[in-house]
Structure formats: structure tokens, C-alpha cells
């Protein structure tokens, strides 16, 4: 596996106590970085602490910040508390999301505004805060879905609100470019992870294996190298969706 340099920069990533954010803070920390550890709720405070100690394992400083980013103010708070554990920001990744599977007619006006606020919402501020609080020559990453290159039912609020991060992802892009700063995101395909299983069949799950080379859904593991290489030696790729998932989707 191609080795990635992060040593002496300071990572910061959103929902970054488990699963894939997980993973890619413990390889943050493996390519010598220091990692500010966001998670949402006490239900994954057992994670995020076990993500920390990981971290920390690897000889680079670690903090964890709880924060509800679907308020801005918060994403404000979660940039300047990851600053002054951490120092200033190079690559900021937001893995934050929640998926949905309804269909329309039977969709409510509160889960309408939870699914936006959760992906697209706390997604804009994001960057927001990104432009604000980066250091010149930063990356900031993050994680979309391959339905936006699908024609599919059932997830209209989850596609639709992780869409509009694409024209985010361009706008920001060139907002930021003249400091230096690169945008992406990364489009994985469904992840063999807790938060893809709730909302399927046992048969749909495995017509989603079969869309995907090997017969299987997308890993973790697929992905935080990708995430690593945007970070690193991939900076020139900006302003772009990165359509990660073994085949599931395309356009």
C-alpha cells in the first residue's frame, strides 16, 4: 500500500468517531498527523474515545469535540476548539450523513428537514468554516453517495440532500483556490457498515453486491486511501466528485 506523508499536519474530522471517519482518523494519525476527533452524540462517545486512543497510540496529539453540526454555530465552535487543542487546520474531512430509505408519499415534513439538515445543511457550513479556518494550501474532503449517479427509488431525501454538496464542492473550489485550498468529494457505493444494513432487505443487500465488482459492497478500507491521497499527493484534483464504488454507479 502507497504510503501517504501527513507528519506534522493537523486533521480534523467530522463524525470521526467510527466507521469509515474512524478509520481515516487512525490512518491520519499512521501518516503522522494530529487528529481532532468530531462525534455527534453520546451513543458513539465509546467509539470516539476508543478512536482517540488510537490516535494517540501513534505519538500524535488527539482531541474530541461533540457537536450537533446541523447548527452552525456549532461547526463554528467544532473549527476553533480543534484549533486550540491541535493548531491550525490543514485537511478537514466531513464524513457526516444520514440515510433514509422512504418513499415519497410516505416521507414527513420533519424527516424532509432532518435529511437536509444532516447532509446538506451542516455540509455547507462546513465548508464555510473550512474557507475560514484552514491554513493556505489545505485540502478539505467530503463524503457524498453513489446514488447521485443513480436512478433508483426510495432515497430521495438522502440523494437529494447529499447533492447539492456537488455545486457546494465546485463553489468552494474556486472560492478558495487562490490560497491554495482543494475540494472533493468522494462518491463511495454502499458501505458494509451499520449505517447502510438499517435501511435495507436481506434481498436488496445482496442486489446491491451484485452491482459491484467482486459481488460485494463497498469496504471502509476502499475508501480512507482515497481520502489519504486527496489529503496528500492527489491535491491538484479539485471541484470534482470522485465516484468510489467498484462499479455500483457511474455517469
Same mark, same amino acid.
Given at each position: 500500500?502507497?504510503?501517504?506523508?501527513? @507528519?506534522?499536519?493537523?486533521?480534523?474530522? %467530522?463524525?470521526?468517531?467510527?466507521?469509515?471517519?474512524?478509520?481515516? !482518523?487512525?490512518?491520519?494519525?499512521?501518516?503522522? %498527523?494530529? &487528529?481532532?476527533?468530531?462525534?455527534?452524540?453520546?451513543?458513539?462517545? %465509546?467509539? !470516539?474515545?476508543?478512536?482517540?486512543?488510537?490516535?494517540? @497510540?501513534?505519538?500524535?496529539?488527539?482531541?474530541?469535540?461533540?457537536?450537533?453540526?446541523?447548527?452552525?454555530?456549532?461547526?463554528?465552535?467544532?473549527?476553533?476548539? !480543534?484549533?486550540?487543542?491541535?493548531?491550525?487546520?490543514?485537511?478537514?474531512?466531513?464524513?457526516?450523513?444520514?440515510?433514509?430509505?422512504?418513499?415519497? &408519499?410516505?416521507?414527513?415534513?420533519?424527516?424532509?428537514?432532518?435529511?437536509?439538515? &444532516?447532509? @446538506?445543511?451542516? %455540509?455547507?457550513?462546513?465548508l464555510k468554516e473550512a474557507g475560514t479556518h484552514l491554513a493556505d494550501n489545505g485540502k478539505v474532503i467530503t463524503i457524498v453517495t453513489a446514488l447521485l449517479a443513480a436512478f433508483t427509488d426510495g432515497y430521495s431525501t438522502y440523494a437529494g440532500g447529499k447533492s447539492p454538496v456537488e455545486h457546494f464542492t465546485r463553489a468552494a473550489a474556486k472560492e478558495f483556490a487562490d490560497r491554495g485550498i482543494s475540494v472533493t468529494s468522494v462518491a463511495p457505493g454502499p458501505m458494509d457498515t451499520p449505517f447502510f444494513y438499517g435501511q435495507e432487505t436481506p434481498e436488496r443487500v445482496e442486489f446491491h453486491k451484485s452491482q459491484g465488482m467482486g459481488n460485494r459492497l463497498t469496504h471502509i478500507e476502499d475508501i480512507a486511501p482515497i481520502v489519504l491521497f486527496l489529503a496528500t499527493d492527489g491535491w491538484w484534483i479539485t471541484g470534482q466528485t470522485i465516484f468510489a464504488n467498484g462499479g455500483y454507479t457511474t455517469r
Open positions: 500500500m502507497t504510503e501517504y506523508t501527513l @507528519a506534522g499536519k493537523n486533521v480534523l474530522i %467530522a463524525g470521526g468517531a467510527k466507521n469509515l471517519g474512524g478509520l481515516i !482518523a487512525r490512518r491520519s494519525a499512521e501518516a503522522g %498527523a494530529n &487528529v481532532a476527533i468530531h462525534f455527534n452524540s453520546d451513543s458513539s462517545r %465509546a467509539d !470516539a474515545e476508543q478512536t482517540l486512543a488510537a490516535v494517540e @497510540a501513534n505519538g500524535g496529539k488527539g482531541v474530541l469535540i461533540q457537536a450537533d453540526l446541523t447548527v452552525p454555530e456549532n461547526v463554528t465552535r467544532l473549527f476553533t476548539e !480543534a484549533e486550540a487543542a491541535i493548531g491550525t487546520i490543514d485537511v478537514a474531512v466531513n464524513t457526516v450523513g444520514k440515510v433514509l430509505r422512504k418513499p415519497i &408519499v410516505e416521507t414527513t415534513e420533519a424527516e424532509y428537514d432532518t435529511m437536509f439538515d &444532516v447532509n @446538506a445543511k451542516s %455540509a455547507y457550513f462546513f
